[in-house]
């Protein structure tokens, strides 16, 4: 009777997620490890971190050294607590239950995991938008679906484009970690194929990077840009805070620690370097007068030829999916609410 009650305590606490990945489950290079970070770092409050930086009087290079001391700290703290995965192929619930207790564990591992539900959410929403927009422009029609109908402000065409956008997310988890491991390897540098095509548009319009680079910033002494340096930095960091815990998640699977050291370094500050690049150079296009009225006269072009300019229900949807654009970035400016509480600072 105590050893069938032992073996079912036994089957609560641990299961194939678990458990110690054997060294044949260890598959992991440097390689795999980059490219999770490539896909990882190009998301919105990033983008919107970046552009607050910057709205807040701060200069492309002081922004980019923002970006690269952020990624160094990261890089750091990652390392160092992706170590136990590393050397022993636990994971992140598994590991801190030597702080915690076994069931005191459950604790930490639940509110991370409830953090990774909003996370995933805010992500679909803002792919979704994206993925819209696309639709729009290549099927006008797609705007009318479901006339006027809408949830939470959320019009039928852009439901279905967040289920769809969930739908893929769901296909490759069902899948595991291998199949994430495997469509990293491609997507993550996709990704910053697409950035070099953004950069190259960006550099061709401003007619080369010194406009854009030789932009100033407001802060000139030590005393005035440290609060917006800090500011940024610890907006950056708190970005990725979450996943400093549950680095051991994924750095179990390497096949050895110089491995998950070095991808992670290749990740960060590596590619966080050239996402910064890009992101600091498409903001500061968006800033610059020369610039702007030639935006705006291409994007006016566009939205006639996608939309119709005598059709008033899809300039309306346009407006709708421009609106919930704008609500995308509104959470995650903490470089403008830190600017809002202490005003005296960058005056």
Not at 7 to 19: A, T
Not at 77 to 83: D, E, K, P
Not at 230 to 245: C, D, N, Q
Request: proline share 5%.
């Amino acid at each position: 009777m105590k050893l069938k009650e032992s073996q079912q305590q036994s089957n609560r606490l641990s299961n194939e997620d678990l458990v110690p990945l054997g060294q044949e489950k260890r598959t992991w290079k440097a390689m795999n490890f980059a490219s999770i970070w490539m896909g990882c770092i190009h998301n919105i409050p990033t983008y919107a971190t970046v552009g607050g930086l910057i709205a807040i009087g701060l200069s492309p290079w002081q922004v980019l050294a923002i970006i690269i001391t952020a990624s160094l700290i990261l890089f750091g703290a990652l390392a160092l607590n992706g170590h136990a995965g590393t050397k022993y192929g636990l994971p992140f619930p598994v590991i801190i239950r030597a702080s915690y207790g076994i069931y005191g564990a459950n604790i930490p591992a639940l509110l991370r995991a409830f953090t990774a539900i909003m996370w995933l959410g805010i992500q679909t929403f803002a792919g979704s938008t994206a993925l819209n927009i696309l639709l729009l422009n290549m099927w006008p029609g797609w705007g009318e679906i479901g006339g006027e109908w809408n949830i939470l402000g959320i019009h039928l065409s852009g439901l279905l484009s967040f289920v769809f956008f969930w739908a893929i997310h769901l296909l490759v988890l069902h899948h595991g970690m291998e199949s994430i491991k495997r469509f990293e390897v491609w997507a993550g540098p996709l990704v910053y194929l697409v950035f070099g095509g953004m950069v190259w548009w960006a550099v061709d319009i401003a007619g080369g990077l010194g406009p854009i680079y030789s932009q100033p910033g407001k802060f000139h002494t030590f005393s005035e840009t440290f609060w917006p340096f800090a500011a940024g930095v610890t907006g950056i960091i708190g970005i990725w805070a979450t996943l400093i815990l549950n680095i051991p998640d994924f750095t179990r699977f390497a096949e050895t620690q110089k491995e998950q050291i070095k991808g992670q370094f290749y990740g960060l500050p590596g590619t966080f370097a050239l996402f910064a690049f890009a992101s600091i150079t498409e903001t500061i296009l968006q800033k610059m007068k020369e610039i702007r009225s030639i935006i705006t006269c291409t994007t006016r072009k566009r939205i006639k030829t996608a939309f119709g300019c005598g059709k008033r229900k899809n300039m309306i949807h346009f407006r709708r999916i421009e609106k919930q654009q704008k609500t995308i970035s509104n959470p995650f400016m903490p470089i403008r609410c830190f600017v809002m509480k202490r005003p005296m600072i960058f005056r």
